[in-house]
């Protein structure tokens, strides 16, 4: 099955010449049991109709979904203004947020390649050469050292800057830029500590805050509706008023219990800051952690305020302006609302916007106190200070770590902490922790569907880890037990789905996926048996 | 007069790299203080074995930060004596790189001792140890080079990523440890180095052999144009463990970087995208959105 890379030469890696036909399903790296005959439908190709729009990228999926120029003019215009842009990224005016870890990584691979099968994409693709770590990289240091280094255009081949940049260099890097999720494996594993996902994702902020092209579902329908409606889910405060009384109802009805939501209590312990992904997807989810609050007798609230009731920045993946939009807004929420801390609910992403990245931004007049929803679930479990019974979660649980929390944070005993506690049958999947693989949904993957990009995501961004899933499950595969498949992070959830969607897994293998807390309410002896219902959502 | 040719060369090679290693190191430690991209495990942390880091204690901020200097110190150690990542992360390369390293290691540390022996800290015990010196980290130098070299030509992996100039590092990298190695050989007892050397860097006009002339300007070679390559890395390493993926100081603890952060925000914007609103500051580009209201 491995053919080994089809671009065979630096001439044809510089052109992207040869990965033009597009996923080959039948390299996918293989499945166990129940798996080996498994068929791979193939990705379907965009239609001539579409073609006529959008600029695919040279595997022949389109996630930025870059226009088709209208004229040579705008071709120039946009090679033109991309060179522009890389030379911001090269100040510190205009990059002081990322400049000196960009210009070590850009400066200092030694092409080694020890960073390639640390790659979920890259190994799971069945190693096509377009989705190595060093790819996207490599392309724009020639670019860097042609076209902007003094000197870049004496001797390029034997420099090995031998490329020529075109319109279509351009728009198939920046189509690139949106094949890996930011999940920093290959930089863990760099001997030297060159990090190919930071100029992956400075790559992105180069498009986006230059030439205005940036993945949809993160931009415009993701980071400007967040800062213009309050959420990225298109949800305003009259939305998420209906939806906290349909909580408070279906909290009496599933758990037997009279849980309010608290909305915009002033000086509370804890402002909780959702993805409102849940809210929608999962509200299964928010139930919980109200629970588990009142039960703690902890003073929380929720914010009705503009983005106060999403804790989602997108901005964290593509672009640092919008990020800093979105993360002043968060902190001037919770500074207003006077809470003594901010709780990261069940979101990844979350995690590290408003913690360590946030940390070196947000003024002093503005800072709040912001802490891990895990390491107060693990206080409360660990501590035992709700009433849990773990024999009613008897059935077989694995963990699925958020690379945004245990990589990029180091958040990784708690969460384990909680479910030794209460899932006798808890395993970890291989490897786990810091070294987890990625769900295939990071950096905004998991919110984009449109084109075929799903159908990418799921066969070839997620196969590692659909892998892994499997083979923590595989002493009990089996339909007939069923298996709970823990992700406490929202994007890491609807990938899960898209996952267990795509790969029949709940028929096939009984696996059923949620959250951390969704569990941790199963146990409690005060709430109705059953929280969990065992159907695929 | 090949001798004041080789000594001119020697001193401008010498000036070159170090004042190309001083350029470098002084861009990379005078880069605008960035936003945290810390990546786990980090060395210094007490939950480093599971790659756990301050965030997962209750109430973090009321808790005495603890730094394990000691951790980090050994953490380098390995990753520069032993090549711990490669070795954990690219088995097969390791193989060739390990004794490459070492061989370099070795020829720094014969240098610095002929440098010693030319200041007049010389004994019969150096001298052997010297030689030693010479022979094998000449030999592990040219035979790690030569092993790099042969896989970057024949594993598609390697050669795809590898121009004509890193084939032709390794090559010199080649000759100059294959040609130490014959030096160390030649000259027993390397007796008649540190004075040659001497005589050299001084201009005295001493005569030096044609193998060790070819020695010294192929190594002074290596060093002309070793800072304009990414074998930096022997010191940009430093940036990039302790300065981003190890830096996790929460920024409270750091008012002088506060203060940076601070000048940060008044430099110029200006990104060409409608939505980032360029010719402004940059904190005001982060408190505004075009298209609303100031402040909203």
Known sequence: MMEGPRIQTREEMSSFLTENEGVDVNRLVPLPFPYEDWQDEPIPRLTDSQLERIVPGPDGIAAAQIPVPESDEERDRVVASFLEGLRKLLTKENNWTFLQPFILSLENCVKCQTCADACPIYTGSGEMEVYRPTFRAEILRKIVDRYIKPGGSIFPKLRGNDIELDWDVVVRLAELSYRCTLCRRCAQTCPVGVDNALITREIRKLFSQELGIAMPELHEKGTVKQLTVGSSTGLNPAGLADIMEFAEEDIQEKAGLNIPMPMDVEGAEYLVMHNAGEFLSWPENLQAFAIILEAAGIKWTLSSELLGYDSVNYGLFYDDVQYSRVALKHYEVAKNLGVKKMLVGECGHAHKALMPIADRLIPEELRVRTESCLVLLEDLVVNEKLLLDPSRNDFPVTLHDPCNITRSMGIVQPERNILKKIAPRFREMEPHGVHNYCCGGGSGFAICSSLNFSQWRTRVAGRLKFRQILEAFADEIGPGTKKYLCAPCSNCKGQMRDLINYYEAWDRCGILYGGLVELIVNAMVDVREGFIEWEMH | ?296
């Open chain 2, 1 to 296: 007069m090949v001798g004041y040719l080789l000594g001119g060369w020697v001193w401008l090679c010498l000036v070159t790299f170090a004042g190309g290693c001083l350029l470098r190191a002084f861009k990379y430690a005078t880069a605008p203080v960035h936003l945290r991209w810390d990546l786990y495990p980090v060395a210094h942390e007490p939950g480093r074995d599971h790659g756990g880091s301050y965030f997962e204690q209750l109430e973090w901020w009321t808790k005495k930060r603890e730094k394990d200097h000691l951790a980090e110190i050994f953490a380098m150690a390995a990753e520069i004596l032993l090549l711990k990542g490669v070795w954990e992360n690219n088995r097969r390369l390791w193989w060739a790189s390990f004794p490459f390293h070492w061989g370099l290691y070795l020829l720094v540390g014969t240098t610095l001792g002929l440098m010693a022996v030319m200041v007049g800290l010389g004994s019969p015990f150096v001298t052997v140890v010297l030689t030693a010196g010479g022979v094998i980290g000449g030999g592990l130098t040219c035979l790690g080079a030569l092993a790099l070299l042969v896989m970057r030509s024949t594993d598609q992996k390697l050669r795809l990523y590898t121009t004509p100039l890193d084939r032709a590092n390794l090559l010199v990298l080649v000759l100059f440890g294959g040609l130490t190695v014959a030096i160390a050989v030649g000259f027993p007892g390397m007796n008649d180095v540190p004075a040659g050397l001497v005589s050299l860097l001084s201009f005295g006009g001493a005569t030096i052999p044609a193998v060790w002339a070819l020695q010294i300007a192929v190594g002074a070679l290596f060093l002309f144009y070793l800072p304009l390559t990414r074998m930096v890395h022997f010191f940009a390493k430093y940036f990039t463990y302790h300065q981003v993926r190890w830096d996790d100081q929460p920024i409270e603890e750091n008012p002088k970087m506060a203060s940076r952060l601070q000048a940060a925000l008044a430099f110029g914007v200006d990104w060409s995208a409608d939505h980032v609103g360029g010719g402004r500051t940059w904190g005001e580009v982060a408190t505004t959105i075009p298209g609303m209201e100031e402040g909203e």
